[in-house]
């Protein structure tokens, strides 16, 4: 919800009362020195408590309800036949319109299950884009990920209102190398996460459902951000201008033959599921259910979160929770721009981006550019943002890096949690750290995991920048800053 002052600009307003809040404190720039080094220049390793603002992610640290905490009371812990799940499938079935609902602990534990009944080695899985933990666990079922995203999708500074698009020549053409029967799904993600939050229209989905359903591949869509895609559907595809956010929901989920979801974003809880009305998957996945994630009445989730996620899938489809991290985003991604601060175009769904090649260009990403803007992000700022670029790919067979196709420094936006003066402190301390980037060197790994990991991978600042770049900081803003 934005509203118009009367010098006509307009402003991301909050349609909720804060009601419970939790303290933060902004640790000096010494702190942070000595927290960033202890955390091996990841800003995963920090911990909260060395935080002013944490930015890392937007999930499972949104801002939950009355109505959600409230539901949580009423929790049936009953191992098998719980209350609670049928609260939530019902939510499935009124909001989304699955009969099947299978809960699952995290979007991850989907991924798994999907990768173990659906993909073969020889297999090519088609999406928009891919997400870290996604990618992982199809290539670990022997699959091919083909990112078939449109022209422009990348390009950090864009009008392209729809860069989640799937480029529907490039299906054609995949379909026909790779044979039907060795594309077993295609994969929508709602709001591209990796290339910033970015949306696909109705439009497209339904397209790509044109080309898929004859030839009976299977329309699978990743829904942890499905209520911001159906607000930028709303926003920026003309058709839709007067559907409410329930109504286009529901459209996107006539298009899909299985759901899943995160639902630490848009349901603003902690847990997952998957969602269907076929009776042959639900079958297939309930048999491996108990043994991954739980019983089938809780697939691994805490029966509060149930109740919670049952009642935030009723909630999202309201336009004022839709809105809120979007508008704040849009307005957080315009301070930028206005400072000449690279970020990304159009303002995405889950966080404000920046283009770190753009904002450091004189780090190759050989030394991980948007890991870099990170770990400098944190200390002249106490803001802990996320490494969305090298760092965030893991290397290939023969152990070299293999170069994002974008860095960028993710500043994500919980939903309900920060305000407008928090998205200026921000724009303002990033505008002094353009002013001062020749303090910012590169990084290189002196602890690597194979598998994810920028999650707890360790790195050294080389010539020890980040010292330097406290001390110019501190001269300017005093040792408090
Ligand atoms: N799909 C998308 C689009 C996601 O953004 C995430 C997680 C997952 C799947 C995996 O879900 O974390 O519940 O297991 N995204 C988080 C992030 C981690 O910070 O963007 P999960």
Request: aromatic share 10%.
């Amino acid at each position: 919800m934005t509203v118009r002052l009367s010098n006509g600009t307009y402003i991301p307003i909050e349609m909720h009362k804060v009601r419970i809040v939790q303290k933060t404190t902004l640790p000096p720039a010494a702190q942070r020195l000595a927290a960033i080094e202890e955390a091996g220049y990841n800003t995963f390793l920090l911990k909260s408590r060395d935080l002013f603002l944490d930015m890392l992610t937007d999930s499972g640290t949104n801002a939950m309800s009355d109505n959600q905490l409230a539901a949580m009371m009423v929790a049936d812990d009953a191992y098998a036949g719980g209350e609670s799940f049928y609260r939530l499938q019902s939510a499935t079935q009124d909001i989304l319109g699955f009969k099947h609902c299978i809960p699952v602990h995290q979007g991850r534990a989907a991924e798994h299950l999907l990768a173990k009944i659906f993909i073969k080695p020889g297999d090519a899985v088609v999406m928009n884009y891919h997400f870290t933990t996604t990618k992982a666990h199809f290539e670990i079922a022997g699959g091919k990920v083909l990112e078939l995203y449109g022209p422009g999708a990348l390009d950090t500074e864009s009008t392209n209102p729809f860069k989640g698009n799937l480029d529907l020549d490039r299906f054609r053409a995949a379909i026909d190398e790779w044979g039907v029967e060795h594309i077993p799904f295609v994969r929508m993600e709602a709001t591209t996460n990796l290339i910033g939050g970015q949306p696909f229209s109705l439009g497209n989905l339904k397209d790509v459902r044109a080309i898929a359903a004859p030839l009976g591949i299977p329309v699978i869509m990743d829904c942890s951000l499905i209520t911001e895609n159906a607000y930028f559907i709303k926003r920026r595809e003309a058709e839709y201008k007067d559907w409410t956010i329930g109504q286009i929901i529901s459209e996107m989920m006539a298009q899909c033959d299985l759901i899943y979801l995160s639902g630490r974003k848009s349901t603003c809880v902690r847990g997952g599921m998957i969602a269907t009305n076929s009776d042959d998957y639900y079958t297939t996945l309930k048999g491996w259910l108990p043994l991954y994630e739980g019983f089938l009445t809780y697939g691994g989730m805490s029966s509060k979160e149930l109740e919670a996620m049952a009642v935030g899938i009723r909630e999202m489809v309201d336009i004022d929770v839709a809105s809120s991290s979007a508008d704040l985003i849009e307005y957080f991604v315009n301070e930028m721009t206005s400072r000449g601060i690279p970020a990304v175009t159009p303002p995405g769904g889950l966080a404000g981006h920046v283009d770190a090649m753009k904002f450091l260009p004189h780090l190759p990403q050989s030394v991980y550019p948007a890991g870099c803007m990170a770990a400098a992000v944190y200390l002249v700022s106490g803001v802990r943002t996320m490494e969305r670029g090298t760092i965030s790919m893991d290397r290939d067979e023969q152990g070299n890096d293999v170069f994002a196709d974008i860095e960028l420094c993710r500043f994500a936006v919980p939903r309900r949690v920060y305000s407008m003066a928090h998205m200026q402190y921000v724009a303002d301390r990033l505008s002094w750290l353009m002013a001062n980037k020749e303090l910012v060197g590169g990084l290189e790994f002196y602890e690597e995991p194979p598998v994810l990991r920028f999650f707890t991978g360790r790195l050294n600042p080389i010539n020890n920048w980040g010292a330097k770049l406290v001390e110019a900081f501190a001269a300017e803003f005093g040792p408090d800053a």
